[in-house]
């Protein structure tokens, strides 16, 4: 059974870059047809589709976050990352990775000086 699990600092600072990364266990991050995600969600909103990185390493991004969004692997370590930059406190979430039916547990991060 796939696992996923996030990790990454739960405070950032207005206008830095929020980093997080997604160690996975229990499958491949090459694996056939499997598209990675980061989903989030704000406090009193809904889930919030912010793009994946395919099995082959093709990125697929949110348009509403494309200019501000980066999805990357490393495939030696069977993770894949998140890189969100300029953020504000609009982008304060539980930060998730998925694959399929599988969800990580979720990361709080909070945007604040």
């Known amino acids: 059974q796939v696992q996923l699990q996030e990790s990454g600092p739960g405070l950032v600072k207005p206008s830095q870059t929020l980093s997080l990364t997604c160690t996975v266990s229990?499958?491949?991050?090459?694996?056939?047809?499997?598209?990675w995600s980061w989903i989030r969600q704000p406090p009193g909103k809904g889930l919030e589709w912010m793009g994946a990185?395919?099995?082959?390493?093709?990125?697929y991004y949110s348009p509403s976050l494309k200019s501000r969004t980066s999805i990357s692997r490393d495939t030696s370590k069977n993770q894949f990352s998140l890189q969100l930059s300029s953020v504000t406190p609009e982008d304060t979430a539980v930060y998730y990775c998925?694959?399929?039916?599988?969800w990580g547990q979720g990361t709080q991060v909070t945007v604040s000086s």
């Open positions: 998925n694959v399929w039916a599988y």
């Open positions: 229990g499958g491949s991050i090459t694996t056939d047809y499997y598209a």
């Open positions: 990185i395919a099995y082959d390493g093709i990125t």
